[in-house]
């Protein structure tokens, strides 16, 4: 079996994930009324579980949407999943685990009081993982020019939702010039994210990272340096306003995601990057590296 092969759970049934498991009613499907988290694993350790759990409540919250899962019989089920994953692909290395939870289904209608009950659908999958290549090359970005980011007024982007149509449409732009990801600019004209990655620069030895306020995700990567890698790393970091303009004063880019970590950027469009062993993004990534190892042995318990 091939490694792509995606594990399932639709509320507790193991399925492979191209087998149909949601009915055609679900709101998650009809309208994105739904939440949802990924994590992955080192040394097969799903890593920062309680972080992203507690994203996932307050995207919830946001929705006003009721959990009828709680974090232990969830944790059973995702093993269950990797389990099963495990058997069916032989895949033995880093996992990305995702967990999906919709409204649930009912009569066609906005009005969230037809829905039924919540569903929950996990899919276990190998952690992507970028080439050599374009690890010493670096990511080159493109700057979306005709969408903007959801204001925060509207949809805030510090939900985890279901409603990625804004993030399709900017990265399909960036991707027709040739580009790796895309950069969203707000409506104030101010850098926000990458369309499923945070973004930060480093000027002058300073790691600057947009405020959460721009209208970004507040990724659980991108907390973790501002709280307690940068520091380890001895870098200072802070949060800033962006804007293209200030690329030409940059030094370097990387983006911060769950399932790349700190990946070093190039070029943005024509704005050049320095990248390399040296760099400040460097000692990121290698105290990333020495954070995730700590957490992995401290963290047995939550072996997949």
Same mark, same amino acid.
């Given at each position: 079996m091939p490694v792509t092969f995606i594990? $399932?759970?639709?509320?507790g049934r193991l399925h492979g994930a191209h087998e149909p498991s949601i009915a055609p009613l679900n709101r998650g499907f009809l309208y994105g009324d739904a939440i949802y988290e990924v994590w992955r694993t080192y040394r097969g350790v799903i890593f920062a579980w309680e972080e992203h759990w507690r994203r996932l409540l307050r995207s919830a919250a946001a929705l006003h949407l009721e959990l009828p899962f709680k974090p232990e019989p969830?944790?059973?089920?995702?093993?269950?999943?990797?389990? $099963?994953?495990?058997?069916t692909s032989r895949f033995a290395g880093e996992l990305y685990i995702r967990l999906q939870i919709t409204r649930g289904s009912g009569a066609i209608g906005l009005d969230p009081a037809l829905a039924d009950r919540p569903d929950f659908v996990l899919l276990v999958q190998p952690c992507p993982d970028l080439s050599v290549e374009k690890w010493t090359a670096?990511?080159?970005?493109?700057?979306?020019?005709?969408?903007?980011?959801n204001p925060v007024e509207s949809l805030s982007p510090a939900w985890k939702t279901g409603n990625y149509l804004n993030n399709v449409l900017a990265l399909r732009e960036a991707r027709t010039r040739g580009a790796d990801e895309v950069v969203i600019l707000n409506l104030a004209g101010e850098i926000t994210e990458? $369309?499923?990655s945070n973004i930060g620069f480093v000027r002058d030895g300073v790691v600057v990272t947009p405020p959460v306020s721009a209208g970004i995700l507040g990724g659980i990567t991108r907390a973790l340096l501002l709280e307690k890698i940068a520091t380890m790393a001895g870098v200072t970091m802070r949060e800033e306003t962006i804007r293209p303009g200030d690329f030409a004063?940059? &030094?370097e880019c990387f983006l911060l995601s769950t399932t790349k970590d700190v990946t070093p950027v190039a070029a943005i &469009?024509?704005?050049?990057f320095k990248i390399g062993p040296?760099?400040?993004?460097?000692r990121l990534k290698a105290a990333f590296a020495d954070y995730?190892?700590?957490?992995a042995a401290d963290h047995a318990e939550l072996k997949a």
């Open positions: 594990q $399932a759970n639709t509320n969830m944790l059973t089920e995702i093993r269950r999943t990797v389990a $099963a994953f495990r058997e670096g990511l080159r970005l493109s700057v979306a020019t005709s969408v903007r980011r990458a $369309a499923v004063t940059m &030094d &469009d024509e704005a050049r040296e760099t400040a993004t460097m995730v190892r700590a957490y």
